[in-house]
């Protein structure tokens, strides 16, 4: 998988000496999370995996070099469970999302290591982390973090900004910069869970009523966006903005300390 990720920053590829040697209580280490599902007839599977890695490594690049700041190698599959039935898509159970976090926090915990982030780039994975961060702050007394994505988009059409969250135009735009040869612009297809100003308070999603879905309850093609106003150059003006973003966020989780002292 192409990557991003500076080689110093990256633990897969320190030795163990190098890793006893962080200190245990400032190191902040990112545990990508991400899924290997549908994405329309334009773009790869791995779109989450690859996007996750372009954002967190670019962030990191822009942090201080001395700040103790390490991306674990990440977790490719997700909850994908609502992309199910569009071949290729391998999803996880919420059991073996759940218990696979679960074993790696454990691992960090038991070297010692103090501090834990989730840095997630798919939507079928917010509400189980935000669980698991809970659980691992009760269970091991970590400090653990949630990072979801890098943020909004600037310039979007109402209609996007609001429900083009698969495949639309920001997706396609950061890999038409990334990885161009993966994304195929001849095979763009259209479609909206929802339409902006529609009446009613039921909504997909981030509401105070929401209704459960399915892709193909919506999106024969599996996109939900419009990929067709995507340019690489929008691609990298986002990637430079976002991963921005997530380096000030990671900077002030490395420097987070508890309000509260028992």
């Known amino acids: 998988m192409k990557t991003w990720i500076p080689p110093e920053r990256f633990l897969p590829y320190l030795t163990w000496r190098q890793v006893d040697a962080l200190p245990r209580d400032r190191t902040l280490m990112v545990l990508p999370t991400a899924a290997i599902e549908q994405h329309g007839h334009h773009l790869p599977l791995a779109t989450d995996t690859l996007l996750n890695n372009l ?20 977790v490719c599959y997700g909850k994908s469970n609502e992309h199910v039935g569009y ?26 290591f103090k501090k834990l982030v989730f840095f997630n780039s798919h939507g079928g994975n917010h509400s189980l982390l935000d669980v698991m961060a809970r659980d691992l702050r009760e269970e091991f007394g970590m400090r653990t973090f949630c990072l979801f994505g890098g943020g909004p988009a600037t310039g979007l059409c109402a209609q996007e900004a609001a429900y083009g969250f698969h495949a639309g135009e920001v997706e396609t735009s950061l890999l038409l910069a990334a990885t161009p040869e993966l994304v195929h612009p001849d095979q763009y297809t259209v479609n909206y869970i929802a339409q902006v100003g529609a009446p009613g308070v039921l909504k997909p999603e981030f509401a105070g009523a929401t209704f459960a879905w399915l892709t193909r309850d919506i999106a024969p093609s599996g996109v939900m966006g419009d990929p067709n106003p995507s340019t690489a150059e929008k691609g990298w003006k986002w990637c430079d903005e976002m991963s921005s ?16 002292k028992v």
Do not use: C, W
């Open 55 to 74: 954002l967190l490594g670019h962030a990191l690049q822009k942090l201080p070099k001395d700040m103790p700041v390490y991306a674990l190698a990440p």
């Open 245 to 260: 973003r997530i380096a000030a966020a990671l900077a002030e989780m490395a420097a987070y300390e508890n309000l509260m």
């Open 87 to 112: 071949p290729g898509t391998l999803s996880l159970t919420r059991e073996t999302f759940i218990g696979v976090l679960h074993d790696l926090a454990a691992s960090l915990h038991a070297a010692g």
